[in-house]
């Protein structure tokens, strides 16, 4: 009988369910479990900790989590892959040692580098790769002394080199967020670097679960049919050599897995679904059969691939200035138009002060922040909470913005409320830049001790 | 029948971006026959105008009886830039399944449950 590799994802992004891993691992019937912790401004905010602290630069999360279930691990023998290493993954490891220390068990970790090249930037574009961004066209030259975070999407071959050396813990930097999944069906199966149709289906396998329980009931449209979202059970797929692969979540959880579920997943995210690039290969999603097989299973197979491009995609974070936020609650006859009006008051007397900024934003939730033009509004709501945002790179300027807010419950028209929690700081605006470099200018280290 | 999309439809969005995508998967073939030519870029784009600025691109996944539409400027920058609530487009799915459309009445019966 074919082999069936079974590998879950216990988190979905950093800030995901604490108890959902724990859930998984005590769960069982799984080989190995995925957690990915980065969003693209997270690389950025690890960069600043590990200038204050060399020892710093990683998901701390993730050590307190293998601290609470490493003998489960042990016992089970599950294996897991993380991109919890983030810009220091040798650190990462060091405090995994000495968690595994602490309940006196020896464990192998793989460590994977050279996704990092904020310290290569100069030498890459003297090399020949400008670094422009990919939606612009910008050069890098624009941004270039502002720049926090440089990392490389790798591909997933680092990640099954890991595990083939015998890493019971794989701790990645920025691979692709399907990779982790993608990684350990390379490592099992032997799977090739051109065979192209397997690691599309690997990598559709990574895309479906890589959100965590949002193929499994979560973000779901008919959120009404769904049972028990309080246990939502985190996703499990079941892959066979040939790369068909059936997802589904471990018996006796909450949530849902069916063909929407899973629909709704695959289209998450999506640009053009015919050319969908990954480090590894070229997906094409209308090449995929989905067949639902009832109680929380859906089959996907016959899944095409295209050769990979030769450049990795590059996830540049640069500092663009900062912005503050904050909310009132109007109340009363005429809420609307109130606070609308507020919203008036504040901005004139922050322009009497000198304030104007690159951009403002007035929105009133609960009647037309999200859906603008779409959902009539009630005539006359008993109330509306004004959202007040505004954006400069002068930090002084946002700064007295959060001053001008409680002002107008004292000093401008009546019923108004909900000025909690202070007032509203600057943030450090941390902005993105997509760009390209040819794959050949790439070099990574796989490490296992 | 006038109809909102809810009724035979699912949807999910998110950013790319300065830009969202909106997936949307109906239950049946033939209804995704009939959507094709009812939910063109033009009638998404006027229906998302006071969101998307930008162009509106559609993708067909006859496999999956869904289409994926790009909203191209929808975010206000997109990412940390945006001062928007929905900096990420996480509801322009919701937003789109508030559409009415004219159903024919030989479709009514791949309705779902509400």
Known sequence: ?449 | MKIRLEEIAHARSGDKGPHSNVGIVFGHEDVYKWALAVLTEERVKKHFEAIALGKVIRYELPNLWALNFMLGDSLGGGGSLSLKNDAQGKTHGQALLRMEVDLPDELAEHRLEL
């Open chain 1, 1 to 449: 009988m074919d082999r069936v590799l079974r590998v879950a994802n216990g988190q979905g992004f950093w800030g995901d369910s604490v108890e959902a891993p724990v859930q998984l691992i005590r769960g069982g019937g799984i080989d190995f479990l995925t957690m990915d912790y980065l969003a693209e401004v997270t690389l950025s905010i690890m960069q600043r900790q590990k200038l204050k602290r060399p020892e710093t630069g990683y998901a701390r999360d993730f050590v307190e989590l293998v601290d609470r279930v490493l003998p489960d691990l042990l016992e089970k023998k599950i294996r897991v892959i993380s991109n919890a290493g983030g810009v220091n993954a040798p650190a990462c490891s060091k405090a995994l040692k000495d968690v595994a220390a602490k309940h006196k068990a020896d464990i192998r970790i793989g460590t994977i580098e050279g996704d990092d090249i904020l310290h290569r930037l100069d030498e890459l574009i003297a090399a020949g790769a400008p670094l422009a961004n990919m939606e612009t066209g910008e050069e890098l030259a624009t941004i270039r002394d502002r720049v926090t975070a440089a990392n490389v999407y790798i591909d997933s071959f680092c990640i099954a080199e890991a595990l083939d050396k015998g890493a019971q813990i794989v701790l990645a930097g920025r691979v692709s967020d399907p990779g982790l999944a993608l990684g350990p069906m390379i490592h099992a199966f032997g799977w090739g670097r051109e065979d192209w149709d397997l690691l599309a289906a690997g990598t559709v396998a990574g895309h479906v679960t890589e959100c965590g329980a949002q193929c499994s009931g979560g973000n779901y449209s008919r959120w009404w049919q769904v049972k028990d979202y309080a246990g939502i059970g985190y996703p499990v797929v079941e892959v066979l050599q040939d790369g068909s692969f059936v997802v589904t979540k471990q018996p006796g959880t909450g949530g849902l897995v069916n063909r929407w579920s899973v629909c709704e997943q695959l289209l998450y995210e999506m640009g053009d679904p015919q050319h969908y690039i990954s480090p590894d290969t070229m997906v094409d999603f209308t090449s995929l059969s989905l067949e639902d097989l009832g109680k929380d299973r859906v089959r996907i197979s016959k899944i095409k691939g295209a050769p990979a491009t030769d450049s990795y995609k590059v996830s540049i974070s640069y500092l663009a200035g900062y912005k503050a936020s904050g909310q009132l609650t109007v109340c009363g006859p005429r809420a609307v138009e109130k606070a609308r009006a507020v919203a008036g008051i504040i901005w004139k007397r922050l322009e009497d002060v000198g304030c104007s900024y690159e951009e403002t934003n007035s929105e009133l939730l609960g009647i037309d922040s999200c859906h603008p033009g779409i959902a009539a509004p009630p005539a006359d709501p008993p109330e509306v909470v004004l959202r007040l945002s505004c954006r400069d790179t002068d930090r002084a300027k946002v700064d007295r913005f959060g001053k001008e807010l409680a002002p107008v419950i004292t000093n401008g028209p009546s019923g108004i409320t909900g000025f909690a929690g202070g007032r509203p700081k600057a943030q450090e605006i941390v902005a993105y830049w997509p760009a390209l470099v040819p794959k050949e200018l790439i070099q990574t280290r796989v490490t296992v001790e």
